[in-house]
């Protein structure tokens, strides 16, 4: 007869996230490409937002006097003084963080992704922090 392999643990789910993440990619008008999160949000075309930025990312959340509004095809919009401050450019892939219950999203960029998760991650597969 044949052993077993054992079979994996499997951690406890918690309950459901009140966040939403995607990852999306910034265009040359600082778009961001990502539906999930402007689908969760139920932002549409013609929204006003504001856009602020605090410790290294940007905040975008719907105000009806905010002076930015959601393209026609509804996405995340960062204006390009926003960008500067951040140190994002066209091409750049962010994070987006959002919680519905307050309406807004939160961009981060991978550096930020990487500063926070390195020192586990790289604990998990026994290698030394770069």
Do not use: K
């Not at 643990?9 to 778009?31: F, K, N, T």
């Not at 549409?44 to 990312?57: F, L, M, P």
């Not at 996405?75 to 919680?99: E, F, I, M, N, Y």
């Amino acid at each position: 007869m044949r052993s077993r392999l054992p079979l994996a643990e499997v951690m406890p789910v918690p309950g459901d996230a009140s966040w939403v993440y995607g990852i999306g990619r910034v265009d040359a008008s600082g778009r961001i490409a990502e539906n999930t999160v402007v689908r969760a949000l139920g932002w549409a075309a013609g929204d006003h937002v504001s856009v602020s930025v605090r410790g290294g990312a940007a905040v975008v959340r719907r105000d009806p006097q905010g002076v930015f509004t959601i393209p026609a095809v509804a996405r995340v919009l960062l204006p390009g003084p926003v960008r500067t401050r951040v140190g994002v450019s066209a091409g750049d892939r962010l994070l987006l963080a959002a919680d519905p219950a307050q309406d807004v999203v939160v961009t981060f960029p991978m550096r930020a992704l990487d500063a926070v998760l390195a020192p586990h991650t790289s604990s998990l597969v026994g290698g030394e922090l770069s």
